[in-house]
């Protein structure tokens, strides 16, 4: 792989959406005529498995990615950190994008101060482990449905990682950083996406790296820029979705466990902090919500007439009897937070959250 | 209309017809003989603000249990799903306002009727105790969607 170049993974949408479809052929096509960019097309990033081709080939990239694919960014970033492929969420300023303030929070480990809202105590993110000295940036296909606003922003991010190689070859101390950077799992490209890479029909990459998965998958992916490793999630769910790692950090470790369609647990997550990226409300999704246009205020924990936990314990019961089991209603499980928790945190007055809400008009 | 009970919200007076049911999803219930019909509450209707799209997932008539999710809402800042109030069978949509739902937020208490029932009304609360229940649940509301507006 050519150090000096980025490597740009389109990740397309799942089905054959036409619409989808020709912004994906579009892109790759524009993209393979860009300078310095190497173009790789893989299947639904969601749907991968570990031993996917495509999930390799991402892994066994070492410099810098820009991952596109019809997910939130957020939601997309913390899935590949799950899958190993780990770095530096890159600063992506596509227009119409979410990310712009919200997403300096998730850059450095001093981001103490974004949640300094007068309650002193609250648990500290746990932030991704083991992350490299590189960056990845991922966008959201859906964002705009024109190729050229994210060509644009792909050379602008190409130049911005260019400049940045540059400085740090220039302190001297890159290369002995990229040897113990290497991630686990390395494949040389040229196995997987070798003589076959540019045949067919101009979209680049193999007939494997573009191998449909077996299935749809549906599992949670834990945001670590918010999960405090309260562990209420692993006490919650009833069907071994989760675990924790030699260092006692929470994960998802039986992603197939997870049962389709159910997002109860995240709804328990006193942070926010897990995501099912295919859930139909854009809070659950993986949206920085608020800090989008387009983007809305979720009021079904409100209209629902339940709390979002007897939400989530209906939902788990649902699936508790779909197995055969009995349903638990409240009774295992519940976080112990409800109530205590909640009582920190300043009043806000009403006018000024409306205020706030008004403001998402646009 | 005739009396009111009414809610603060901040600024806003939310107003609450003296002579309707209410229930814990915010929506007012109406007794018409057997049938019931429900709308959105002034309170609800704040919160979503300019409604301008909703829908049904299932036809009419059909039997639902109270929680089922049964349609959708969303105005240009909010979003949410919408529950059965009450258990029993749901006669009939207000098809009105399928093309425009506007009228939810113009008029929640009469054109903005959302649909009828046939069914358990004794979870339905009085005015009075509607009004306490939003208030008792205010400042975890208030919280709760500062935490979304923030997006933390």
Redesign the interface.
């Known amino acids: 792989m050519n150090p000096s170049k980025l490597t740009v993974v389109l990740s397309q949408a799942q089905g054959q959406h036409p619409v989808r479809r020709h912004l994906e052929e579009n892109l790759a096509s524009a993209l393979l005529l860009e300078h310095g960019i190497d173009v790789s097309v893989i299947p639904h990033l969601y749907d991968l498995t570990e031993d996917h081709t495509g999930m390799l080939f991402l892994r066994s990239i070492t410099g810098d990615i820009v991952v596109l694919s019809w997910l939130y960014p957020r939601a997309a970033h913390w899935m590949l950190d799950r899958h190993g492929v780990k770095g530096k969420p890159g600063e992506a300023r596509l227009a119409g994008g979410e990310e712009e303030e919200e997403e300096e929070e998730e850059v450095g480990p001093a981001s103490e101060d974004t949640e300094a809202i007068g309650d002193e105590e609250k648990p500290k993110p746990i932030e991704a482990a083991d992350v490299p000295d590189r960056y990845i940036y991922t966008l959201d296909l859906r964002q705009q449905d024109r190729p050229e606003p994210y060509l644009e922003e792909i050379r602008r991010i190409a130049a911005e990682c260019l400049g940045r190689r540059k400085n740090t070859l220039s302190e001297g101390h890159s290369a002995s950083r990229a040897g113990e950077m290497k991630p686990r799992g390395f494949i040389a490209r040229e196995s997987i996406a070798g003589p076959a890479a540019s045949r067919g029909n101009g979209r680049p990459g193999s007939e494997q790296l573009l191998a449909t998965p077996a299935r749809r998958r549906w599992y949670p992916v834990i945001d670590f820029s918010r999960c405090t490793n309260c562990m209420e999630c692993i006490d919650f769910c009833l069907f071994g979705v989760y675990g924790v790692d030699a260092k006692d950090r929470i994960l998802v470790e039986n992603p197939d466990n997870c049962k389709k369609g159910c997002p109860a647990c995240s709804r328990v997550c006193p942070e926010h902090a897990i995501i099912f990226p295919e859930y139909k409300t854009p809070a659950i999704a993986g949206a920085n919500l608020g800090s989008i246009s387009g983007l809305k205020i979720d009021l079904t924990r409100f209209f629902g007439g339940d709390d979002a936990l007897s939400l989530a314990a209906k939902e788990r019961d649902r699936e508790l009897v779909r197995d055969g089991r009995s349903a638990v209603g409240l009774t295992a499980g519940i976080p112990k937070r409800q109530g205590a928790r909640n009582k920190e945190g300043p009043r806000d007055e009403l006018d000024q959250l409306m205020d706030k809400l008004d403001k998402l008009d646009l | 209309m005739s009396e009111c009970l009414t809610f603060q919200?901040?600024?806003?007076e939310a107003r609450f017809p003296a002579d309707l049911f209410y229930?814990?999803?915010?929506m007012w219930m109406r007794t018409e003989g057997r049938r019931l019909v429900f709308g959105l509450t002034a309170y609800?209707v704040r919160?979503?603000k300019d409604v301008y799209f909703l829908d049904w997932q299932t036809s009419a008539p059909v039997e639902v249990e109270?929680?089922q999710e049964i349609g959708s809402?969303?105005?240009?800042?909010?979003?949410?799903?919408?529950?059965a109030?009450v258990q029993g069978t749901l006669l009939r949509f207000n098809d009105d306002l399928l093309s425009d739902p506007s009228a939810i937020s113009i008029d929640p208490y009469g054109a903005g009727w959302l649909f009828e029932m046939e069914g358990d009304a004794s979870v339905a609360l009085r005015p009075e105790d509607y009004v306490k229940f939003l208030d008792a649940g205010w400042?975890?509301?208030?919280?709760?969607?500062?935490?979304?507006?923030?997006?933390?």
């Open positions: 919200m901040g600024k806003y229930t814990r999803n915010h609800a919160l979503l109270r929680g809402i969303e105005s240009s800042k909010a979003l949410s799903s919408i529950f109030p400042e975890a509301t208030q919280r709760a969607l500062k935490k979304q507006v923030q997006g933390s």
